[in-house]
């Protein structure tokens, strides 16, 4: 069965923290995608890697940073956390094959920036 | 530019009405088009897709049909259970492999 791991469900860190969001998946896909998903807003893409060490900026990637140095994980860097970055973030992977190409999504992790 | 719009939630119903999420779009060319489903607690799983024009998705009952003429993609399912109660999302593929997302939907069934 195809799963998408995230390192938590909650997480709760100061302003000026440096955050870091790991994710995982069991897949083999070349695909990594990380989302930030806000109310009213749905899902807008921050970051995403079509293969190890390579990445590519989003909609919204200010305040934010990945690194991809293993094909099976994908990790989200705040340099410097904001009270604005307080949010629920989604992981997702997918097969770089144009008909396959179903995203499949961890469960999230609900991060608050005090 | 490529942008989703999802009719405004929540959207609350009682068991075995008939459900109409609506979605429209706007791309460039002919985007594939999706329905993705979150259950509480849970992330996003892909509910239904459309490749082209007059496609019809469908899975778990639910339907949406690609209707270019009017850059719509609207979900349907004829009797709703209380299991569907979920946010749904409509998203449009941008460029090889990235997505756009509408805001989402929630969806109440009530007993």
């Known amino acids: 069965d195809v799963k998408v791991t995230q390192s938590s469900r909650y997480l709760v860190k100061r302003t000026g923290e440096k955050v870091f969001l790991e994710c995982v998946q069991d897949?083999?896909?070349?695909?990594m995608f990380w989302y930030r998903q806000d109310p009213g807003l749905g899902l807008r893409l921050i970051y995403f890697?079509?293969?190890?060490?390579?990445?590519e900026k989003g909609d919204i990637p200010e305040g934010y940073s990945v690194s991809r140095e293993k094909k099976e994980r994908f990790s989200l860097i705040l340099e410097s956390a904001s009270t604005n970055q307080t949010s629920m973030y989604l992981c997702a992977s997918s097969r770089r094959d144009r008909v396959s190409d179903t995203q499949y999504f961890g469960p999230g992790t609900r991060l608050t920036v005090l | 530019g490529n942008s989703v719009t999802q009719m405004e939630g929540p959207v609350t119903l009682s068991e075995e009405a008939f459900l109409t999420i609506n979605c429209t779009y706007t791309a460039t060319g002919y985007p594939s088009l999706f329905w993705y489903v979150q259950y509480p607690g849970e992330g996003l799983q892909l509910l239904l897709k459309?490749?082209?024009?007059?496609d019809k998705g469908s899975n778990k009952g639910f339907e949406a049909t690609y209707r270019k003429e009017t850059t719509s993609f609207h979900l349907e399912k004829g009797s709703v259970q209380v299991s569907d109660s979920a946010v749904y999302f409509c998203a449009l593929k941008r460029g090889a492999q990235k997505l756009v997302f509408g805001q989402g939907t929630r969806l109440t069934i009530n007993p």
């Open positions: 890697s079509y293969d190890v060490k390579m990445k």
């Open positions: 459309a490749t082209k024009a007059d």
């Open positions: 897949m083999d896909h070349e695909n």
